[in-house]
C-alpha cells in the first residue's frame, strides 16, 4: 500500500508540472486528438471547455479518453501516459475553482452555461520518473 502511495505522489508531481497535454477521443472508431490545458487536484484530472464543441458529443457518444504529456521537451523523463474515463460537469464550485481571467475570451464567467469541464477518471496510468523508470499505475 505504501509503494502505491509513493507511485501516487509521483504521478501528480508530474502532472503538476505539465500545463498542457494531448487529448485523444474517439469518433465512431477512430482516435482523435488535440492539445488542450490540463489541471488537476491530485489524480483528479480537469479539461475545461465549451459545452458545443465537438468533443462533447463524441464524449456522450464514447467516454472513454486518453491524455499525453512530457514528450514535448524530446526525451520521456517526467511523461505520463493517461487511459481513462470522461464526465461533462458544469459542477459550480469546480468551475469556480478552474476559473482563469483569460477564460473572458470564450465565456462571460464561471457561471456561464456553456463552460463545462471535462473530468477524466484514470483506469491506467504509465509514467517515466525523473529518473528514467517506468511505471505503471491501475485503478
Not at 482563469?100 to 477564460?103: G, M, N, Q, S, T
Given at each position: 500500500m505504501e509503494a502505491r502511495i509513493v507511485m501516487e505522489q509521483n504521478i501528480v508531481k508530474i502532472l503538476d508540472h505539465h500545463e498542457y497535454c494531448a487529448f485523444a477521443t474517439v469518433e465512431g472508431n477512430k482516435p482523435k486528438q488535440r492539445y488542450m490545458m490540463l489541471y488537476n487536484r491530485g489524480l483528479s484530472i480537469y479539461l475545461v471547455?465549451?459545452?458545443k464543441t465537438h468533443k462533447v458529443m463524441e464524449l456522450q457518444e464514447n467516454p472513454h479518453v486518453?491524455?499525453?504529456f512530457g514528450y514535448e521537451n524530446g526525451c520521456a523523463k517526467g511523461s505520463a501516459e493517461i487511459e481513462g474515463t470522461c464526465t461533462i460537469t458544469d459542477d459550480?464550485?469546480?468551475c469556480e475553482y478552474l476559473w482563469?481571467?483569460?477564460?473572458k475570451d470564450k465565456f462571460?464567467?464561471?457561471e456561464d452555461p456553456d463552460y463545462v469541464i471535462l473530468k477524466i477518471n484514470p483506469v491506467r496510468i504509465v509514467y517515466v520518473s525523473e529518473n528514467g523508470?517506468?511505471?505503471?499505475?491501475i485503478e
Open positions: 471547455t465549451d459545452r486518453s491524455l499525453l459550480r464550485e469546480l482563469k481571467p483569460e477564460f462571460t464567467g464561471p523508470d517506468k511505471h505503471e499505475w
